[in-house]
């Protein structure tokens, strides 16, 4: 995903690039991690930096994602399948795609349920704690 890109994205929705919108896409793009809104906003206002998150994943281009405890976290749609978060040591780790697809078929064969793991982590204990039990 590229910056021009999304910025064609909010322009095709009749929305306007502002120097704001511009400006949380830019750090979002830049950034290895989801992150929160406060890291988001830096020096701007930070009010309007959630308008901007809830315009921009109200048009499919930003996802919000809770990664275990603390505030909630921002990345672009399609940067992650979905999330494992530790409750041991508070590390979260990206699910590669096929790694999900498994799992939700799993949760569908045994429960008859469509999960979706984009808004919330699967949570349970990293490698690394649940061999210091």
């Known amino acids: 995903m590229s910056l021009p890109t999304l910025l064609n994205t909010v322009r095709s929705h009749g929305m306007r690039v502002s120097t704001a919108r511009r400006s949380v ?5 830049a950034a290895g991690e989801p992150l929160t809104a406060e890291e ?5 206002d930070l009010a309007s930096t959630y308008r901007n998150l809830e315009t921009l994943e109200a048009i499919g281009i930003v996802n919000h994602v809770h990664l275990g405890h603390g505030p909630g976290r921002y990345e672009l749609s399609g940067r992650s399948a979905g999330w494992t978060t530790c ?41 690394d704690c649940s061999t210091s039990l």
Request: glycine share 8%; charged share 20%; with cysteine.
């Open 25 to 29: 896409l830019e750090t979002l793009l």
């Open 40 to 44: 988001l906003a830096g020096d701007a």
């Open 87 to 127: 409750e041991a040591c508070g590390r979260s780790t990206p699910l590669p795609s096929p790694a999900l697809q498994a799992i939700r078929l799993a949760v569908r064969e045994a429960a008859g349920f469509e999960a979706a793991f984009t808004h919330f982590p699967l949570v349970g204990r990293c490698r």
